[in-house]
T-cell receptor, first 113, second 115 residues
Framework: KQEVTQIPAALSVPEGENLVLNCSFTDSAIYNLQWFRQDPGKGLTSLLL?????REQTSGRLNASLDKSSGRSTLYIAASQPGDSATYLCAVRASGSARQLTFGSGTQLTVLP | KAGVTQTPRYLIKTRGQQVTLSCSPISGHRSVSWYQQTPGQGLQFLFE???????NKGNFPGRFSGRQFSNSRSEMNVSTLELGDSALYLC??????????????FGQGTRLTVV
């Protein structure tokens, strides 16, 4: 059974800092990995999707990497802003017939002005 | 391009009642999945529908059911509501097929409160 862990559970940084969020998963047989952002009481916003054959994806100030063999992914946020404050969720989609997403418990990020 | 639409946004129900939630996926997406989010358990997979067929089901009791229509819209139903069913219910759509990227897009969710 796939298990996804996110560290740290919470993070508070001053505006302008670069930061890294970590995600690890137990089963390397994945179809893809997706990073989401969730604001309080809202749905999930897709940030980056990494296919199993890819090593990284970039979008603006965000960069996500994937190391399937070690079961790890990182989300790098450059020059953080108060508007980046949210919960960041990592989700792994299994390969094979059962392709549901398995989520980590998230990292709650606060960027202080 | 319209996103994933979930209705209603908020619901308050009494224990023992039943409830139906609706999800309209992104146009062209045939896969719709449902997830339950609670503070204690996080996001848990309920079920996935593709072309009107349930493809996968999570570990939830039979009180939780769903269906998908020919236009890919999906509904989920919870019967005999319990206090523990209070949660944010999220729907995701994707173009998941044999060769698709399978990026999941989520709706804003339906907040269900059982009293």
């Amino acid at each position: 059974k796939q298990e996804v862990t996110q560290i740290p559970a919470a993070l508070s940084v001053p505006e302008g800092e670069n930061l890294v969020l970590n995600c690890s998963f137990t089963d390397s047989a994945i179809y893809n990995l997706q990073w989401f952002r969730q604001d309080p009481g809202k749905g999930l916003t897709s940030l980056l999707l990494i296919q199993s054959s890819q090593r990284e994806q970039t979008s603006g100030r965000l960069n996500a990497s994937l190391d399937k063999s070690s079961g790890r992914s990182t989300l790098y946020i450059a020059a953080s802003q108060p508007g980046d404050s949210a919960t960041y969720l990592c989700a792994v989609r299994a390969s094979g017939s059962a392709r549901q997403l398995t989520f980590g418990s998230g990292t709650q990020l606060t960027v202080l002005p | 391009k319209a996103g994933v639409t979930q209705t209603p946004r908020y619901l308050i129900k009494t224990r023992g009642q039943q409830v139906t939630l609706s999800c309209s996926p992104i146009s062209g997406h045939r896969s719709v999945s449902w997830y339950q989010q609670t503070p204690g358990q996080g996001l848990q997979f309920l079920f996935e529908y593709f072309s009107e067929t349930q493809r996968n089901k999570g570990n939830f009791p039979g009180r939780f059911s769903g269906r998908q229509f020919s236009n890919s819209r999906s509904e989920m139903n919870v019967s005999t509501l319990e206090l523990g069913d209070s949660a944010l219910y999220l729907c995701a759509s994707s173009g998941l097929t044999g060769g698709g990227s399978a990026e999941a897009f989520f709706g804003q969710g339906t907040r269900l409160t059982v009293v």
